[in-house]
């Protein structure tokens, strides 16, 4: 069983719906909740990370994390074609001492016009 | 404000051969990371690497690969004798120091294996 499962999609919406992509994960040490975007060619960048459970706001987007159901969440209202992209959740324990990050393996998004 | 920056971007070899494959860290940052990227997997861990030293390579396969980060110059993965299966996209990213600190990623560098 991998350490942290996500629907690979693609995921298919129109402009403007609201997007919700998932992982799961099997371990309860992880602690930080992060998740990346990576467009095509490109190397993955941070969009929003979280401690420990909560719900975490920035602009159209909102990070969730439910840690007692082991799922994570990332939501994109209003969306738009500039975010089609693969989204990634990485995942990290505490105390490693440095940032020894597990990914999930991406959600590949299509936001059509 | 450079980024991480990687080189090259595109890499092909032929089994039997070596691969090295280069990263700059971002300005001010002295802590590297390498990551493996294989088709419809995610992306997986491979060494964290301080300037002259190598923190953490769980992740490193135990044989042919090996990785470097001198005090001058770039960060160093190298694969010797290359197979097929090393085909794949090769991430570097950076951080200001250790902890939680963000990682900043480069574009990476696509290895081939003929």
């Known amino acids: 069983q991998k350490e942290v499962e996500q629907d690979p999609g693609p995921l298919s919406v129109p402009e403007g719906a609201i997007v919700s992509l998932n992982c799961t994960y099997s371990?309860?040490?992880?602690?930080?909740f992060m998740w990346y975007r990576q467009y095509s060619r490109k190397g993955p960048e941070l969009l929003m990370y979280?401690?420990?459970?909560g719900n975490k706001e920035d602009g159209r987007f909102t990070a969730q994390v439910d840690k007692s159901s082991k799922y994570i969440s990332l939501f994109i209202r209003d969306s738009q074609p500039s975010d089609s992209a693969t989204y990634l959740c990485?995942?990290?324990?505490?105390?490693?001492?440095?940032?020894?990050?597990?990914f999930g393996t991406g959600t590949r998004l299509l936001v059509s016009p | 404000n450079a980024g991480v920056m990687q080189n090259p971007r595109h890499l092909v070899r032929r089994r039997g051969q070596e691969a090295r494959l280069r990263c700059s860290p971002m300005?001010?940052?002295?802590?590297v990371y390498w990551y493996r990227q294989l088709p419809e997997e995610g992306l997986k861990f491979m060494v964290y690497?301080?300037?002259?030293?190598?923190?953490?390579e769980s992740g490193m396969p135990k044989e042919r690969f090996s990785a470097e980060f001198p005090k001058e110059g770039p960060s160093i993965l190298r694969i010797q004798q290359v197979v097929r299966g090393d085909s794949a996209a090769y991430f570097c990213?950076?951080?200001?120091?250790?902890?939680?600190?963000?990682?900043?990623f480069g574009p990476g560098t696509r290895l081939l294996v003929l």
């Open positions: 990485a995942l990290d324990r505490e105390n490693t001492g440095f940032q020894k990050l597990v």
């Open positions: 371990n309860s040490a992880f602690q930080y």
């Open positions: 979280t401690y420990s459970s």
């Open positions: 300005k001010g940052h002295s802590h």
């Open positions: 690497l301080q300037k002259e030293n190598i923190i953490d």
């Open positions: 990213a950076s951080a200001r120091g250790h902890s939680q600190e963000t990682q900043y």
